[in-house]
């Protein structure tokens, strides 16, 4: 193995095109370079396999790169594991999935774009087609947090083709529990607005400090985008809430069409499950102090797999929601392990 040589990460871009998000309703961009780490070896004559990191709400593929100290990054903690003999060799892609409303969920929505397919159709095939990937399904896996979780799981049940391994960490599952119990908190804020989302949006965009408090009912609205669009609206504010802004009753269509969302309602039906046991590794993890109640989910979640004979691994760990990306250091090299030759 050669990976001792560089005791650096070594990072490059890759611009995809974007042509599937063009003519997205926010206007976001189309064409977008995302960062990608490549392994000590990589130029040897050699192929590699990949894994697809997903970022969590609020956050895109440049997030994985952000110095803390005392902290790694994500890049740095790859090739630390790598040299260490503790990681096979791979080829880690960080994709920007960012919309105006905070984030995609990585699903196709007319509120946002066509952000699953931009995914798996089009940056696979670029990265497959620009750099030096084992490219067929065996070779390749898909990771994240919080809303990376869910994205992750959500494409490795629906795009069994693509992937053959998986990891979520502390991804949203649940819903009853996670978004719910947020409802009322994003409400009081929109009444501040006069229940005017797009007059709401104006304020956050221009505030040079976010408002902390105000991030829930921003989270909320990244939801709906992906979970209950409204093409018949104007962007911003083509969604439904799934909750009466006066008196935060829920409105249960609209509900329903979340939980078609969520993957411990997904995990009922027979194709999710088949795709779930086509997997070579399934990775699931949460900390016990979650603060969005995300471990009860993932209890759910797990229970459900146990039953339906799906192959998989879940840990709980002693912390909260934030500030996990340690918990990478598990699941890389599982997948690394699972994708390699």
């Given amino acids: ?49 990949v894994i697809y990191l997903l970022a969590g709400f609020a956050s895109t593929g440049q997030s994985f790169m952000n110095y803390s100290f005392g902290r790694q990054t994500v890049p740095e903690m790859a090739n630390a594991l790598i040299t260490g003999g503790n990681m096979a ?33 089009e940056v696979i095939s670029t990265i497959d087609s620009t750099l030096c990937t084992l490219a067929e399904r065996k070779h390749r896996a898909v990771a994240g947090k919080s809303s990376g979780g869910f994205g992750a799981l959500r494409l490795a049940m629906r795009h069994p083709e693509r992937f053959a391994a998986a990891a979520c960490h502390s991804g949203d599952m649940g819903f009853e529990l996670c978004y ?75 509900w329903q069409e979340w939980l078609a969302f969520d993957p411990v309602e997904m995990i009922e039906r027979e194709e999710y499950r088949e795709a779930l046991r086509s997997l ?39 912390d909260s929601h934030s500030n996990t990306s340690y918990r990478y250091a598990v699941s890389l090299p599982l997948l690394s392990a699972s994708i390699a030759d």
């Fill in 89 to 121: 060799e791979c080829i880690i892609v960080m994709p920007d999935c960012m919309t105006r409303y905070g984030g995609s969920q990585y699903v196709n929505s007319v509120a946002t774009g066509l952000y699953e397919s931009y995914l798996v159709e």
């Fill in 1 to 49: 193995m050669t990976g001792h040589r560089d005791p650096y990460p070594r990072m490059i871009e890759v611009t995809v095109p974007g042509t599937t998000l063009r003519g997205n309703p926010l206007g976001d961009p189309c064409s977008r370079r995302i960062p990608v780490y490549l392994p000590p070896s990589y130029g040897d004559n050699k192929r590699f396999p």
């Fill in 280 to 318: 070579n590794t399934l990775y699931l993890d949460c900390g016990t102090l979650d603060e969005y109640n995300l471990q009860f989910g993932h209890r759910i979640f797990s229970a459900k797999a146990t039953t339906y004979a799906i192959n998989h691994h879940y840990e709980e760990f002693m």
């Fill in 180 to 254: 719910k119990p947020n409802f009322p908190a994003a409400a009081r804020v929109l009444e501040q607005y006069r229940g005017s989302i797009a007059d709401f949006l104006l304020s956050y965009e221009s505030a040079l400090k976010k408002p902390q408090r105000e991030f829930t009912l921003l989270d909320i609205i990244g939801m709906a985008a992906a979970y209950s669009p409204d093409a018949s609206k104007e962007a911003p504010g083509n969604i439904r809430l799934p909750f009466n802004p006066h008196t935060c009753e829920p409105i249960e269509n609209v």
